[in-house]
């Protein structure tokens, strides 16, 4: 997205840190399970971690660190939700099971020792929950998918789920990542709770968006997460959360087919 043309110097340092660890004596992680995504779902997580910072006037190499740990963590659980149990290993390593799980599990480990090597293991505890959370959330997922489990759920019931589903798997990310860069920028209690309150309506909006799910919705999620922006500092890095908001109420229906497309 050409509106964090502003951040692009520190995106290319996420970029950076996330291809070194790609490499493993075996070979390119992307030879063993697929690393490719839309190019949206590439930056917008370690953006917005990055932004929070900004928002602040600050950027540090934690930050950095923390966006590659954001992004490491949505690869992997990624590569695990995209292995269905009729995948076969002679297709090749990546449309198998075996390697992706390994893979997944490997990139795990990176969110774990990228923590350390940048002294934010302080932060392994929230996201670990954040870990708990996208799983549990791809469980009930799941279990919603089972006809044989829906068969005396009624439709708000039905909704009421994928939005508790939406949060899980897409919203605590972002809201945990958002806070924490927020609180390496030394804000107050306010101002955390009130990029957290951003974050997790933005991320919530944008999982709802990827999984095709009522745009009405979608919007609603969008308005409240512009409530929590018009809180925070007004200066360029506002404006560029403020034209995402704008360019993903805009985009929904492109990105809805780049993401099927890409699913």
Do not use: W
């Not at 050409?2 to 692009?8: A, D, G, H, L, W």
């Not at 590659?68 to 695990?80: C, K, P, R």
């Amino acid at each position: 997205m050409s509106i964090f043309q502003p951040i692009t110097k520190e995106l290319e340092a996420v970029k950076t840190m996330l291809q070194k660890e790609y490499i493993i004596k075996a070979g390119h992680l992307n030879s063993f399970a697929h690393l490719e995504t839309t190019s949206l779902n590439s930056i917008i997580r370690p953006a917005t971690v990055i932004l929070s910072g900004r928002l602040f006037n600050y950027i540090s190499n934690q930050v950095i660190a923390l966006a590659a740990v954001v992004q490491f963590i949505y690869m992997a659980s990624n590569i695990h939700f995209r292995i269905t149990e009729d995948q076969k290993e002679d297709k090749g390593p990546k449309d198998g099971s075996q390697f992706p799980v390994l893979v997944g599990d490997y990139l795990y480990g990176k969110f774990f020792t990228s923590l350390c090597n940048a002294e934010l293991a302080k932060y392994l505890g929230p996201l670990s929950q954040v870990i708990c959370s996208i799983h549990e959330g791809g469980i009930l997922r799941r279990k919603v998918s089972n006809p044989y489990s829906n068969r005396n759920s009624n439709e708000n019931k039905i909704i009421s789920l994928q939005q508790e589903i939406t949060y899980k798997e897409t919203g605590t990310l972002f809201e945990t990542g958002c806070r924490i860069s927020s609180e390496l920028a030394g804000t107050s209690p306010e101002d955390q709770l009130n990029i957290q309150d951003f974050a997790r309506e933005l991320g919530t909006a944008y999982g709802l968006i990827e999984n095709r799910v009522d745009a009405n919705n979608i919007v609603l999620h969008i308005e409240k997460a512009g409530l929590s922006l018009n809180k925070l500092p007004q200066n360029k890095y506002h404006q560029i959360l403020r034209n995402l908001l704008d360019q993903l109420q805009k985009d929904m229906p492109n990105i809805v087919k780049q993401n099927a497309i890409g699913s």
